[in-house]
Nanobody
Framework: QVQLVESGGGLVQPGGSLRLSCAAS????????MGWYRQAPGKQREQVAV???????IVTDSVKGRFTISRDNAENKIYLQMNSLKPEDTAVYYC??????WGQGTQVTVSS
């Protein structure tokens, strides 16, 4: 069964914003560090941001100051607010519980 579902991707112009959401089942969300990864065409999947159950967050240097990860423990959801998007942010973005559960991904395309 599907346990992680991402949404919010799409096509946006450079400089624009998107907010990704990930809805998780309680069993794979509760008490787990949650994260966002991305994979661009021809590249390896890379970590974008992670957040602990208590809200401690780490974002990778390439998106620092532009992307913000957050979570709602009551709703079993995490979010990725992406601002000042660049063409190099184009990728499929995946949600994970850092314990082997992955969503199906949502495409983000930054292009004029």
């Amino acid at each position: 069964q599907v346990q992680l579902v991402e949404s919010g991707g799409g096509l946006v112009q450079p400089g624009g914003s998107l907010r990704l959401s990930c809805a998780a089942s309680k069993t794979i969300f509760s008490n787990n560090v949650m994260g966002w990864y991305r994979q661009a065409p021809g590249k390896q999947r890379e970590q974008v941001a992670v957040i602990s159950d208590g809200g401690y967050a780490i974002v990778t240097d390439s998106v620092k100051g532009r992307f913000t990860i957050s979570r709602d423990n009551a709703e079993n959801k995490i979010y990725l607010q992406m601002n000042s998007l660049k063409p190099e942010d184009t990728a499929v973005y995946y949600c994970t519980n850092m314990r082997g559960a992955w969503g199906q991904g949502t495409q983000v395309t930054v292009s004029s």
